[in-house]
C-alpha cells in the first residue's frame, strides 16, 4: 500500500532549511566578531531576602554553586550576581560581618584561655594545702578549659595521622580457589 504521505512514528516533521543572503560579508564584518558585543546583564534594582541570604552564605565560606542550590538560584543567575556592583558592595558587607564575628570569638576565647591559665596557676599555688573538694572550680576543669581556648586559638596539641596499607594478594587467593573448585569438580566427576 503506497501512502501520498511519510508515516513518522517519533520526533517533529522535518522542515527544509532556508536561507536568503542578504549581503556579502567583507573584512570589516570579520574584525567585529572580536570586539566586545557589551551584553551586560541589567544592574540589580532591589535587594531581596534571597540575595541576602545567598551573600551571607557566600561570605560564610560556602561555594557560590552550593549556595546557589540552597538559595534555588540557577548557577548562571548566581554568576551574574557576582558581577554586580550592588550585589558586590552586600557581598563586602556580610564579609566584613563574618570577619568582625570571628575577631570577636577569637578575642574571647583567647581571654578565657588566658583567665583559666591564669586561675589554674593561682588556684594551684593558693590550694596547695586544701583538699580538692574545698576549691571552687577543679583543676581538670580549668585545664579543660584551658585546652579548649588554646586549641581554638592556634594553640592546641597537634594530631598526626598515620595511613596503614595492607596489600592483600587477591590473586593468589582467586588462584588457590579455582584450583580447589578443579579438584572438588575432578572427585565428582569420573
Known amino acids: 500500500m503506497n501512502l501520498p504521505f ?8 522535518k522542515k527544509p532549511l532556508v536561507a536568503d543572503v542578504a549581503r ?7 574584525a567585529l566578531l572580536g570586539e566586545e558585543k557589551g551584553s551586560k546583564a541589567p544592574a540589580l534594582k532591589r535587594i531581596s531576602d534571597r540575595h541576602h541570604t545567598l551573600a551571607r552564605h557566600i561570605a560564610g565560606g560556602m561555594k557560590p554553586g552550593e549556595a546557589a542550590i540552597i538559595c534555588r ?15 558586590q558592595e552586600l557581598l563586602s558587607f556580610y564579609r566584613s560581618e563574618v570577619q568582625a564575628q570571628y575577631i570577636d570569638l577569637h578575642a574571647q576565647l583567647a581571654g578565657l584561655s588566658a583567665d583559666a591559665a591564669m586561675l589554674l596557676q ?6 596547695m594545702d586544701r583538699p580538692i573538694d574545698e576549691r571552687k572550680l577543679s583543676p581538670g576543669a580549668l585545664m579543660e578549659v584551658t585546652k579548649l581556648g588554646a586549641d581554638r586559638t592556634g594553640h592546641g596539641p597537634q594530631s598526626q595521622s598515620t595511613n596503614l596499607n595492607i596489600n592483600v594478594d ?8 579455582r584450583r580447589r573448585v578443579a ?6 566427576l569420573p
Open 24 to 30: 556579502e560579508l567583507d573584512g570589516a564584518d570579520i
Open 73 to 87: 538560584y540557577d548557577a548562571s543567575r548566581v554568576s551574574i550576581l557576582l558581577d554586580d556592583p550592588a550585589f
Open 6 to 13: 511519510d508515516l513518522r512514528t517519533t520526533g517533529r516533521a
Open 122 to 127: 593561682d588556684q594551684l599555688e593558693a590550694d
Open 183 to 188: 579438584e572438588r569438580k575432578q572427585e565428582i
Open 170 to 177: 587477591f590473586a593468589a587467593k582467586l588462584e588457590a580457589a
